[in-house]
C-alpha cells in the first residue's frame, strides 16, 4: 500500500534527477525544440503507463476476488432451521360483573300508553 502512495512522487524524482539525460535521448520530441518540451512528454508517458498499469492491475485483482468467492468451496452452506423454543406464560382471568341490566332499545319505543291523571 505504502508503495502505491509513492510511485508518483518517485517518478517525479526520477525525473528531475535524470533530466539531462531524458532530454538527450529519451524524449519523443527533442527534433522539435520550439515545443519546449524539455523531456515532460516522456514524464507524461510514464505516468499514463502507470495509470493504465494500475487499472489492469485493479481489474485483475478484482476478477481474481470475485472467482474466489464464487468458487469457494471451503465454506459450508446449510439450510436447516434452528429450533423454535415457545415459551406459554401463565394465562390472566379476568372476570367482570356488571352493575347495569342488559337493556333492549325496543323496549322504549313499543309499551303499552301511559295514562294520563
Not at 12 to 19: G, H, K, V
Not at 67 to 91: A, N, Y
Not at 96 to 108: M, N
Request: positive net charge; glycine residues 0%; hydrophobic residues 40%.
Amino acid at each position: 500500500m505504502l508503495v502505491k502512495v509513492w510511485v508518483i512522487p518517485l517518478l517525479y524524482l526520477d525525473f528531475e534527477i535524470r533530466r539531462e539525460y531524458i532530454v538527450a535521448n529519451l524524449c519523443e520530441n527533442k527534433n522539435r525544440p520550439q515545443m519546449r518540451c524539455d523531456g515532460k512528454c516522456y514524464l507524461a508517458k510514464r505516468i499514463a503507463s502507470l495509470d493504465e498499469q494500475e487499472k489492469r492491475q485493479a481489474e485483475k485483482t478484482y476478477m481474481s476476488r470475485l472467482i474466489d468467492q464464487v468458487m469457494d468451496q471451503r465454506s459450508d452452506f446449510t439450510f436447516t432451521k434452528p429450533p423454535v423454543v415457545v415459551e406459554f406464560l401463565p394465562r390472566a382471568v379476568f372476570s367482570l360483573a356488571s352493575s347495569f341490566t342488559p337493556r333492549v332499545a325496543a323496549d322504549d319505543i313499543f309499551h303499552p300508553p301511559a295514562r294520563l291523571i
